[in-house]
């Protein structure tokens, strides 16, 4: 199974951007996906949970500018970042709970997706 993220790049403060991360390989279903970043010297911390339900929740920092969905058909999530700040620079990395045709259920991480916002 891989994860792979999309998306990432370099934008003006107050810009968009909008991350995917697709899971492939051995995926019979997905159930929690999470989008993740980690800045420079600074601890990993989750930015956004999405259950495979539709529920979600959201770092205090970001609610209200990020917004997560997912296409379960298409064993994807995105990450649509809005109003972004310089302090949303960070590598962006997908989590995502994937259950294979063995029924088993594994966590898995994508190589992480780079953002950078300019002031």
């Known amino acids: 199974v891989q994860l792979v993220e999309t998306g990432g790049g370099l934008v003006q403060a107050g810009g968009s951007l909008r991350l995917s991360c697709v899971a492939s390989?051995?995926?019979?279903?997905?159930?929690?996906m999470e989008w993740y970043r980690q800045a420079p010297g600074k601890q990993r911390e989750r930015v956004a949970t999405?259950?495979?339900?539709?529920?979600?929740n959201y770092l205090r920092s970001v609610e209200g500018r990020f917004i997560i969905s997912r296409d379960n058909a298409k064993n994807t999530v995105y990450l649509q970042m809005n109003s972004l700040k310089t302090e949303d620079t960070a590598v962006y990395y997908c989590?995502?709970?994937?259950?294979?045709?063995?029924?088993?259920?594994?966590?898995?991480w994508g190589q992480g997706t780079q953002v950078t916002v300019s002031s």
């Open positions: 999405i259950e495979r339900g539709g529920n979600t």
């Open positions: 390989g051995d995926v019979f279903g997905v159930n929690e």
């Open positions: 989590h995502a709970d994937v259950v294979n045709s063995a029924n088993y259920e594994y966590e898995y």
